[in-house]
């Protein structure tokens, strides 16, 4: 509904609810203002943009003042001005007035409302002994803060962290910490949310250097929440970057590692600027034309079936694609797999079976329409950083929280329940909760009998999950596990959000099939708020399998058979292997060994670091005739390689990632190739040439996304115009603007959803005298996989340098551990040293640590088994024994 207003004598029609501030600016009417900004509540306390209502004596805040029916406006009288010089007296008496050499300068909005009011006569009366210092990734120079509160709300009312606030000081009320604690010690995140929001110079980037030369959009290559990043450019190079407020994914926010991690990694010491080849042991540069031609020789003299391929979740869609299309049709080899193999592969392979697509039901933003939120084996605050505010957000708003996790994740005070399962224990858990709705009477029978399938043999089966079992397995009291299954289940609606907690176990299939039973037992698929939503870890994990990086699925999750499939595929293409699956990342090293697998190429991945069982994989590449490297560091993989080509980072080329709610989104190219790197894409299809390939003569990476659209169901309307304001989620149609924000809808996308029969199966590998701890890793809210990204950029590294081990006080008394201490932990495939941390984040007989840094490779102790289903290994129960001076530690 509209309602009609005048403002300054111009007749405007704004929707009902509009404050007169929003009005104004919306007819390009500016009202000057310090302490509104778009992502906080207006508070009206500068009192800068007061406006004059015909009617009324007093000067109201056009922030705070909701737009009536008939209203009258006034934004400009001698009245109006003397009121706002007044006011800001109070601002600039104390500001410094060296705006000429401020690296604010030109941007700073005190300036603007200062050109726009006048600032005559007024004396400048500095304040003494104020904050001044360099952070870690920004600057501080409380000379320069007006008291607007900006950043204590930006901190407090979006971010829900509490770092900062208002407090009274000698000459008024000031920002700081409690106990005047440093920004670490006090719990910064560091987002940066409060560097934004500022309206002067007060906080800054560090690497703020005066106005950018050009500004470009793009999204950021960490994560898989796919914030929008607007990166500045300054004679040539990334100067800073900051998250877009207009993007429909992250509105304005973003983490430490997208704000301020970014030119660092671009320029990081290990960027691989020219292409390398092993000559008598040792990598030495050749040109691109030297290296393509001896490549080429080399693959053309290996069975297509000896030659394997692992694409990469940090490359682009467009690089993907290329990639699979040339193993598939230049070499004719089925086998190409990537690191969603080590991840959510039991996401991918699960949802499909039961519900037809293994991807996120629900949009990011639906989290504000749930009634109760359950984050099971996921800790979003650290791994999916936007994600985690907005939970915090949604909670704050009145939202329930369930946490079922074994560690003590960050936040688990805002939760109304939070169990700790043991390891390894998911499916007894989860299957005794449906049981449990069941029996009460809660679940959704008309959902249930109208939309699922199998539901005999699936009752059946419940049977061998009374809660008293079920509380055995999994150390969760009866009472808590009732208490859990009661709160979602009477919660309308109810979401699921899912990590790799649940994916990497030895059973992860089953595992992801149990919780696809409790959503839809209690009805929750298919409507705004609910579903069962899969966290991809990295920023392009879900695009990778999209596109058909995957060695039992075509691009758009085509089976290999899918006779359909494979004749538009071999219209495009000319040749495919034959229709079968090919060999699953997990299952390399050990083909290499058998020689089976003889050449390898490996783009963006570095699973001689990364992968579980390391050692294992560093055997498998040293017996390889052929290894080549496909990257923009010289990683840990590289050693091991024959060749290694230099691409191009995220920041130097164009292309596409898919988030993890499906959302394509734009890769914009920011700077030019470093060295002679060169596009991901680029390099494949060169080398395509090479080999006598005719299809591979693109123009430009958007030359690929239009074949995509072609070639990769659901991607129909993904064209590089239609994401070019925001990207659309998957599937959808050519001309579709929309895509489709939610899954299952009225009906399954295999039509009926299958609720599967299960039982419980131990892990792989559990405790026992010899290896008496379970070691839990997860990830760093500061860092990214391993090192060679944020290991380089200074100011992550200061927060977090060295890896630690996390172990109870319990345990560690025991055992004689001090904080700080180094320890050795063991498992049956190898050890590391580390410092150990005495931490109440693990119960007892449980340690963690994360995976980040390559001086305590914790990757060589984990890999006991694979799921049987995905082959996605089980890196959450890996038993490990802690020796220290010499001898074993046992509890």
Avoid at 818 to 837: C, E, F, P
Wanted: hydrophobic share 35%.
């Amino acid at each position: 509904m509209t309602i009609k207003i005048t403002i300054n004598g111009i007749p405007l029609e704004v929707k009902e609810g509009t404050t007169v501030l929003k009005a104004a600016k919306a007819a390009g009417i500016y009202i000057p203002t310090l302490c509104s900004h778009p992502s906080l509540e207006s508070i009206g306390s500068c009192r800068m943009c007061v406006v004059e209502i015909e009617g009324t004596r007093n000067l109201p805040c056009s922030c705070t003042t909701i737009a009536e029916d008939g209203m009258v406006i006034t934004t400009e009288s001698p009245r109006i001005t003397a009121f706002r010089k007044t006011r800001l007296a109070e601002f600039i008496e104390p500001h410094p007035r060296d705006c000429l050499t401020c690296n604010e300068n030109m941007r700073c909005e005190l300036q603007k409302v200062v050109a726009h009011v006048g600032a005559e006569d007024i004396p400048y009366k500095p304040r003494e002994n104020q904050l001044k210092e360099t952070g870690l990734f920004f600057s501080r120079d409380y000379n320069k803060c007006i008291r607007c509160g900006r950043c204590v709300r930006a901190c407090q009312e979006v971010r829900k962290n509490k770092v900062i606030f208002m407090k009274q000081a000698d000459e008024g009320l000031e920002v700081g910490t409690a106990l005047d604690m440093s920004l670490q010690d006090a719990g910064c995140e560091f987002c940066g949310a409060c560097v934004d929001v500022c309206p002067t110079g007060a906080l800054m980037a560090n690497s703020q250097k005066g106005l950018a030369d050009k500004t470009v959009t793009t999204t950021c290559p960490y994560c898989g929440v796919g914030c929008q990043l607007i990166a500045e450019v300054k004679d040539g190079k990334i100067m800073q970057t900051y998250p877009d407020p207009k993007a429909a994914v992250n509105q304005g926010q973003a983490c430490v590692k997208g704000h301020f991690g970014i030119a660092d990694a671009v320029y990081n010491p290990n960027r691989l600027l020219k292409p390398l080849a092993k000559v008598d042991g040792q990598l030495v540069e050749k040109d691109w034309e030297t290296i393509y031609t001896e490549i080429a020789e080399k693959l053309s003299k290996f069975k297509p079936e000896e030659v394997a391929f692992v694409a990469s979740a940090r490359c682009t869609n467009e690089d993907n694609y290329v990639l699979q299309k040339f193993a598939r049709s230049v070499i004719g080899t089925p086998h190409i797999d990537h690191c969603v193999r080590v991840c959510h592969g039991p996401s991918v392979d699960g949802l499909y079976l039961t519900l037809g697509s293994g991807a996120m039901t629900n949009p990011i933003s639906d989290v504000f329409k749930s009634k109760c939120i359950m984050l099971f084996g996921s800790n979003p605050f650290h791994a999916h950083p936007v994600v985690g505010m907005k939970i915090k957000q949604a909670v704050k708003n009145g939202a329930k929280l369930i946490i079922v996790n074994p560690m003590k994740i960050k936040n688990v005070d805002l939760a109304d329940l939070w169990i700790r399962p043991r390891a390894g224990t998911n499916i007894a858990l989860v299957m005794g909760m449906i049981k449990y709705i069941i029996d009460e009477g809660l679940a959704d029978w008309d959902f249930i009998n109208e939309r699922c399938e199998n539901i005999e043999a699936f009752k059946e089966s419940l049977k061998a999950f009374e809660l008293d079992e079920v509380s055995r397995i999994s150390g969760v009291p009866v009472e808590d596990i009732k208490a859990v299954a009661r709160m979602y289940a009477t919660s309308d609606p109810a979401a699921i959000y899912y990590g790799m907690g649940v994916t990497q176990q030895s059973y992860g299939v089953e595992g992801v099939w149990a919780l696809s039973n409790l959503v839809m037992v209690t009805g929750n698929f298919g409507k705004a708020g609910a579903g069962l939503n899969p966290l991809r870890g990295q920023n392009n994990v879900q695009g990778s399998c999209d596109v058909g990086a995957l060695p039992h699925f075509l691009p758009g999750y085509k089976k290999v058979d899918n006779e359909e499939a494979r004749a538009r595929l071999l219209k495009e293409y000319g040749k495919l292997p034959p229709p079968i699956e090919g060999y699953k990342l997990t299952e390399m090293p050990d083909r290499i060994k058998e020689g089976k697998i003889k050449a390898l190429f490996v783009m963006g991945e570095d699973p001689a670091m990364t992968d579980p069982n390391a050692g294992h994989i560093r055997e498998a590449y040293e017996k390889l005739d052929l290894l080549v490297v496909q990257d923009i560091y010289k990683c840990k993989t590289a050693e091991y390689a024959d060749y290694v080509l230099a691409g191009a980072s995220f920041a130097e080329k164009d292309g596409t990632f898919s988030n993890t709610e499906r959302r394509v989104q734009k890769v914009r190219q920011i700077i030019e190739p470093l060295g002679e790197s060169k596009p991901d894409w680029k390099i494949v299809c060169e080398l395509a040439q090479h080999m006598g390939a005719t299809t591979f003569n693109y123009d430009s990476a958007w030359d690929i996304t239009r074949e995509m659209q072609r070639m990769v169901p659901g991607y129909e309307g993904i064209s590089p115009e239609a994401i070019d304001k925001q990207g659309i989620p998957w599937p959808c149609k050519e001309g579709d603007t929309v895509g489709t924000p939610m899954l299952h809808i009225g009906k399954f996308s295999r039509g009926k959803g299958l609720l599967k029969a299960l039982e419980y199966k131990a892990p792989n590998e559990v405790p026992d005298d010899e290896y008496p701890f379970y070691l839990m890793t997860d990830r760093s809210l500061f860092h990214y996989n391993n090192d060679t990204m944020t290991g380089n950029v200074k100011g992550i590294r200061l927060v977090e340098s060295e890896e630690r081990c996390d172990i109870c006080p319990e345990d560690a008394e025991k055992l004689g551990i001090k904080d700080g201490q180094l320890i050795k932990v063991t498992s049956r495939r190898g050890s590391v040293k580390v410092k150990a941390r005495i931490s109440d984040k693990c119960y007892s007989g449980m340690i963690h640590m994360t995976y980040h840094f390559s001086d305590v490779p914790v990757n060589l102790l984990l890999g006991a088994g694979t799921d049987p289903i995905s082959g996605t290994p089980d890196y959450k129960t890996c038993a490990v024994k802690i020796e220290l001076e010499g001898e074993t530690a046992n509890v």
